[in-house]
């Protein structure tokens, strides 16, 4: 099945102390990606449900909110409470990312499944019909401004045919090093949900990054 593309900004590479202009320089941008992380899970300490609760209050966007965080079945009630439209969480970060997953599900949020660059699909394939969006992670988590890993494509394409196989509406999205040079590989490789900090507001005009990356992954 295929989706219309999405654009998730990261607010990652954003100015923190204009949030709410930073969001409203991407009107054309279908989600917002919030990159959580704990100093634990990865060696970077960002923002936590508070700030995503104040976000939802400026913009009517969904909220993508990645958890790099370790022990994520304690927090994600948080992020659903702070008006989050999908939470995604790391499977090296829990033994149980399905109860997790449909803890999620059952309070009305979306699920996503997330992987490290070294962690394989094999172990993981099997459950995405628990998770309405899959992230394969194009750089360590930790940081924006990373090149991207074109190694991760196979794992896209692995979770891509297994979605397809099993007819499932499940995004594919893909999170690090997402530019103009690397975003239609990421396409032609089944993703349909791109994540882009840096090349969103490292550019002069956000919001043209924005209509040239949804261009691109869509020709
Ligand atoms: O989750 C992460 C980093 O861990 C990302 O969402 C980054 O914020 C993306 O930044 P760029 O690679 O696009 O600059
Ligand atoms: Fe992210």
Redesign the pocket.
Same mark, same amino acid.
């Given at each position: 099945m295929s989706h219309p593309v999405v654009i998730a900004p990261?607010i990652?590479?954003a100015d923190f102390a204009r949030l709410d202009a930073e969001i409203q320089r991407i009107p054309d941008a279908d989600w917002i *990606?919030v =990159?959580v +992380?704990d100093g634990h899970f /990865?060696p970077n300490l960002t923002i936590g449900p508070p700030v995503a609760k104040a976000i939802k209050k400026v913009t009517d966007k969904p909220l993508d909110c *990645?958890l790099?965080i370790e022990d994520p079945g304690r927090w994600v009630g948080d992020y659903v409470e702070a008006g989050a439209t999908n939470v995604t969480f790391h499977v090296e970060a829990t033994n149980d990312p399905v109860s997790i997953a449909r803890k999620l599900r059952e309070s009305g949020c979306g699920a996503g499944l997330t992987l490290k660059p070294g962690t394989s699909a094999e172990n993981y394939l099997e459950m995405v019909s628990e998770f309405d969006l899959v992230l394969i +992670?194009s /750089?360590e988590?930790?940081?924006? #401004?990373?090149s991207f890993m074109p190694d991760m494509l196979d794992k896209a394409r692995a979770f891509r045919a297994e979605i397809d196989r099993l007819g499932l509406d499940t995004r594919l999205q893909i =999170? #690090? #090093?997402? $530019?103009a040079d690397t975003i239609a590989q990421a396409a032609a490789a089944g993703c349909d949900t791109y /994540?882009?900090? $840096?090349?969103v507001y490292g550019a002069e005009d956000p919001n043209e990054a924005v209509r040239t990356l949804r261009s691109l992954a869509t020709s």
């Open positions: 990261s990652l590479s *990606h =990159d +992380m /990865v *990645h790099m +992670m /750089v988590p930790g940081f924006g #401004g990373q =999170d #690090g #090093g997402i $530019s /994540v882009a900090g $840096s090349a």
